[in-house]
């Protein structure tokens, strides 16, 4: 199959992980912007910010105070999204119009945030691989702790970096909701990778990405354990998708300090590219997948752990791709393609370079991969 065609001609792509399809729109490309832009990032943080809620040893707006911590640091959200102790809300089932119309659930949970590090101004581009290592440690203690110790089903990891997301706060941190439920997104994507498994006796993404592995045309950093690739059905313009090689479930599987180390460089290249292209700091929402916590034999036999990098920008560090229009009320769609997005993001170095914001310039040839 040639699919260099797809350059120049309007197309759909299929998305097999999440069952949607993608509008490409390659030819529009050129086409001039007049529309928002955003403010560039200027990094002029302080490493530390009294008046930050999430600096060592301040006050939050819950009254609590931060210790004075030097690592990671892990708390309940004073404002969580869902409640762990409340009345049970469980509807007795009916075939009536209003039962069968206005549906709802309680929702049983708890959300924490995790501070990456006592630096107010270090983002992941910015920390050394043993800083992020200590980091993935922190999420497999919290997915043990809340597996072992709560009735919960689904841990969502996520990270929103910069004011583009909607980020509260600039200190560099993820948040971890854990539900009774298992959400929209990876109860679809896991609906569809049972379904590849019952019909093809194989791993969804582990064929994928044997696939990627093979064409090479999408990859945007690889090391002997991980794969970072703009994926085919790719939505945001510079979106990547992050796959283990080793068809792992969950995040506990990364047993050995070697294991950690892998994913977090994988996660500083990814991250340093970003920030490289627009020479920026490249805002995203950032998600692991993985098994629930809670689950069948075979919802967590079709799982394989990958993170989910979602950014928005388009074009430069000030222009941002907006979910208007037609992709609200028809679908999805995009102009570059996602093998122009890998070309560009492979080609920056996984070094940062320094600029108006306070970094050295350290450019390198890409590696060839
Ligand atoms: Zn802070
Ligand atoms: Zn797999
Ligand atoms: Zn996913």
């Known amino acids: 199959m040639d699919e260099s065609v797809l350059d120049d001609i309007s197309h759909r792509r299929y998305n097999p992980l999440r069952g949607n399809w993608i509008l490409v729109s390659p030819h529009r490309t050129k086409r001039p912007w007049l529309g928002q832009q955003e403010t560039p990032g200027k990094n002029v943080l302080p490493e530390y910010d009294p008046e930050c809620y999430l600096c060592p040893g301040n006050k939050r707006s819950g009254g609590a105070q931060n210790p004075d911590f030097k690592s990671t640091f892990t708390f309940v959200n004073d404002f969580s999204a869902v409640k762990e102790e409340q009345a049970d809300y469980d509807p007795p089932q009916s075939d009536d119009k209003t039962s069968l119309l206005l549906k709802a659930e309680g929702v049983k949970g708890k959300c924490y945030v995790v501070c990456f590090s006592p630096a107010h101004n270090k983002t992941l581009a910015d920390m050394p691989i043993a800083d992020i290592s200590t980091i993935i440690s922190t999420w497999q203690v919290l997915y043990r702790d809340v597996q072992l110790n709560t009735p919960f089903r689904s841990i969502q990891i996520f990270e929103n970096k910069g004011a583009a997301m909607g980020c509260s706060n600039p200190h560099p941190h993820c948040q971890a909701w854990t539900t009774s439920h298992l959400p929209e997104e990876p109860a679809a994507e896991l609906k569809n990778m049972i379904e590849y498994q019952r019909a093809h006796g194989s791993c969804m993404l582990c064929d994928y990405l044997a696939v990627e592995l093979e064409k090479r045309e999408r990859i945007v950093a690889e090391n002997e354990a991980w794969v970072?690739?703009?994926?085919?059905?790719?939505?945001?313009?510079?979106?990547?998708?992050?796959?283990?090689?080793?068809?792992?479930?969950?995040?506990?599987?990364?047993?050995?300090?070697?294991?950690?180390?892998?994913?977090?460089?994988?996660?500083?290249?990814?991250?340093?590219?970003?920030?490289?292209l627009f020479e920026t700091q490249f805002p995203y929402s950032m998600g692991i997948h993985q098994a629930p916590l809670k689950g069948t034999e075979e919802e967590h036999a079709a799982n394989h752990v990958h993170l989910h990098f979602l950014p928005p920008l388009l074009r430069s560090a000030t222009v941002k791709k907006f979910q208007v229009g037609y992709e609200l009320l028809a679908e999805p769609q995009r102009d570059i393609t996602p093998e122009q997005a890998a070309r560009r993001l492979q080609s920056q170095s996984t070094e940062l370079y320094e600029e108006s914001w306070g970094r050295l310039l350290k450019l390198e040839p890409a590696r060839d991969i």
Do not use: G, H, Q
């Open 228 to 276: 970072a690739l703009c994926p085919w059905w790719a939505f945001w313009p510079f979106e990547t998708l992050v796959l283990s090689k080793r068809c792992i479930k969950n995040i506990l599987e990364l047993e050995s300090d070697r294991d950690r180390e892998l994913f977090a460089e994988i996660i500083s290249n990814v991250t340093t590219k970003y920030d490289n």
